[in-house]
């Protein structure tokens, strides 16, 4: 095979990047490569913090053969020091001839000293924006202009029939060990986690990072309730098994807006606006069919995140709300991403972009 195709080329970064979403928090997540004449010499992924970036791993791989080849990157090359030195200095010493990226690198370091600048001063050529819009994708936090309103990611798992249970309440487990894992992943990357309470008395979910992804502390969570009742019934759960923040929220047609922080006894706080607890606040939505058609129903889900196991499990625990009368009406998604893990495929997309 051949890649004389800027797109199919930044198409298969984007894949191989994706696996490792979530975990490069605070750091993007970010895949390059590096390609002569056509074939596919290097490559290197950038998954957290404090590694290598993904033009120092491929160049590196790549040695001699980077001299008159293009490097293609997921994100805008870095020009500053960080915790590591600049790529475009890397990039600048090993030859390379042309640079194609494919989403601009938001920080503040690089917007006042942009790759372009740099790079064609020493002669290099630069494509930017192929695929930038699937690539923001992969670091959704990251790249997010700030805003009041939360960057809501609303994940679901169901079975090849669209159900998210049986009827009896039971869905423990339905995918794979590697799907749940890149959850896990995804819980590392967001501010909170929100679930119906209805999901916290039938599952009694820990809402913990597990499956050996590393992190730092556990996830706060916000439970959706309407319930005078649930700040108390809350501190019997597992969700106070660890020391986490935990709120409740009451979902209204705008969505998410405002959350209370609920004590180890169940004290409830003051209602506080969800932009004052978290800047830009990024959630990621577990449970629950009600509260996805809610949060559906209001327009304010920027992220879908299906997961698909192969089984059917009947009866009436589906999804999705109400019919549109038209399918012109129906909710669609853009910038879809397929992936497989295991026996499970997911299907993600985007709203509003
Ligand atoms: C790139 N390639 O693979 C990544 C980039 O502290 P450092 O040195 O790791 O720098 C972190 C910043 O570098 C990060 O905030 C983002 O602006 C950029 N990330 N840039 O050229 C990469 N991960
Ligand atoms: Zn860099």
């Not at 000293?113 to 050529?125: K, R």
Request: charged share 15%; glycine share 10%.
């Amino acid at each position: 095979m051949t890649w004389r195709d800027p797109i199919a080329v930044m198409r298969a970064l984007i894949q191989k990047a994706h696996p490792y979403r979530g975990l490069g928090v605070p750091n993007p997540v970010v895949a390059a490569a590096v390609i002569r004449d056509g074939q596919w010499v290097a490559d290197g992924v950038h998954v957290r913090a404090g590694c290598a970036h993904a033009e120092v791993l491929a160049l590196d791989q790549a040695g001699d053969l980077a001299q008159g080849a293009t490097l293609y990157v997921t994100l805008e090359p870095c020009t500053h020091w960080g915790k590591t030195p600049p790529c475009c200095d890397a990039i600048i010493s090993a030859g390379i001839d042309h640079v194609v990226w494919a989403v601009d690198d938001p920080s503040p370091h690089v917007r006042r000293l942009p790759a372009q600048c740099v790079l064609e001063a020493a002669g290099i050529g630069v494509t930017g924006g192929v695929l930038a819009d699937h690539a923001r994708f992969l670091n959704p936090a990251f790249h997010r202009p700030q805003s009041d309103a939360p960057f809501i990611t609303l994940k679901l798992a169901q079975s090849l029939d669209g159900k998210l249970a049986l009827d009896n309440g039971d869905s423990a487990y339905l995918t794979s060990v590697s799907a749940r894992r890149y959850v896990h992943q995804i819980r590392n990357a967001v501010d909170a986690i929100v679930v119906g309470a209805q999901t916290v008395w039938m599952d009694d979910p820990e809402l913990t990072i597990r499956h050996g992804v590393e992190h730092g502390q556990a996830p706060a969570v916000i439970v959706a309730s309407r319930d005078p009742n649930t700040p108390k019934r809350l501190c019997d759960t597992r969700l106070f098994a660890v020391d986490r923040p935990v709120y409740t929220t009451t979902l209204s047609t705008a969505g998410i807006t405002h959350v209370q922080r609920v004590n180890a006894n169940g004290i409830l706080g003051p209602s506080e606006p969800i932009s004052t607890v978290w800047r830009s606040p990024y959630l990621l939505v577990e449970g629950g069919g009600a509260v996805a058609n809610q949060l559906l129903q209001a327009g304010v889900v920027d992220e879908l995140m299906v997961m698909i196991a192969p089984c059917i499990l009947g009866g009436s625990r589906g999804w999705g709300g109400n019919s549109p009368d038209a399918l012109a009406r129906c909710l669609r998604y853009s910038h879809t991403h397929v992936h497989q893990f295991d026996d499970t495929v997911m299907i993600q997309g985007l709203t509003g972009v």
